[in-house]
């Protein structure tokens, strides 16, 4: 069984429900070491003392805040942890919303949360009973990993799934970042039409694990070709933007290749897919470690 990262309870109200977190998800993407180029030679980063040109344990390294002029406020570990809210190790709940409410672009990362023992599990049940017959998520704020973060709990069949959240602060207006937006409305009836059936033509329910990383793939398929001295097969490359003058009869094509796909017969096996190949004859260059 996974162990805990963060222990604690629920608090709303006068009700205490000690919960423990455990991560729900993992990345999987390949992990690389950095070589400097044409070498076997490793790149290695040290924390070093810039005056001296001495590499600093990480025990030794305080933080220092910029108050202009040159001048730092330094601040330790124990200092900042002095002022960090909830250090009684609660998620202290300030609201039950509609799950609706929530812009999933405030939404960081998913835990689980457990029962925070045996005998706490009938209290962590009623709670979860009671946001499921309400269909609502709980919104409030913990301290975790020496940051404060909004979170949102909400009940999942048989469990409580919290999500981390930005603060309001935290997320950018659309209008500052992006230059260049058309108005709603400014398309065509005829291509809004066509464009709203290549939607119910590509329309299905949402099934998780019919979609794979397929870029992760080709990049282990990569690693294998080039370690065994063969061809290197490329991807497609990206394809072109869509003229303005051709839109309709694009989505008038894309319509009728989508009904088609759905009126063929389902195949028994799926082939795994490879694009077409861009050949390139790749060189045996998996480096040997040097002797230290």
Not at 31 to 46: L, P
Not at 116 to 130: E, F, N, P, S, W
Not at 201 to 226: E, H
């Amino acid at each position: 069984m996974a162990r805990p990262i963060w222990t604690g309870s629920i608090t709303f109200g006068l009700v205490s429900v000690p919960v423990a977190m455990y991560s729900a998800t993992h990345d999987h993407e390949v992990s690389f070491h950095q070589f400097e180029k044409d070498s076997a030679d490793r790149i290695r980063y040290k924390r070093v003392n810039e005056r001296t040109g001495k590499e600093v344990d990480f025990d030794g390294i305080v933080k220092g805040a910029d108050v202009g002029g040159g001048d730092y406020v330094m601040l330790d570990r124990d200092e900042l942890d002095s002022v960090a809210p909830g250090r009684s190790k609660s998620l202290e709940i300030d609201r039950f919303v509609e799950l609706g409410d929530i812009d999933p672009i405030y939404y960081q990362r998913t835990y689980y949360l457990g029962p925070g023992g045996k005998d706490t599990a009938k209290v962590y049940g009623l709670l979860r009973d009671a946001m499921a017959d309400a269909g609502r998520a709980a919104v409030g704020t913990l301290v975790m990993r020496g940051k404060e973060y909004l979170a949102a709990v909400r009940a999942e069949n048989d469990l409580l799934i919290l999500q981390t959240m930005y603060f309001a602060d935290e997320v950018r207006d659309p209008k500052e970042e992006i230059d260049g937006l058309p108005r709603r409305g400014a398309a065509k009836k005829a291509e809004l039409a066509m464009a709203q059936q290549l939607i119910d033509s590509m329309a299905g329910k949402w099934k998780p694990a019919d979609f794979r990383d397929t870029y992760t793939d080709r990049v282990n398929d990569l690693i294998k070709q080039k370690k065994a001295g063969k061809e290197i097969t490329a991807a497609e490359p990206a394809p072109e933007p869509t003229n303005v003058t051709d839109l309709f009869e694009v989505l008038k094509r894309s319509v009728e290749n989508a009904q088609k796909r759905r009126s063929a017969p389902a195949k028994k096996t799926t082939a795994k897919k490879k694009a077409p190949a861009k050949k390139a004859t790749a060189k045996k260059t998996t480096a040997k470690k040097k002797a230290s």
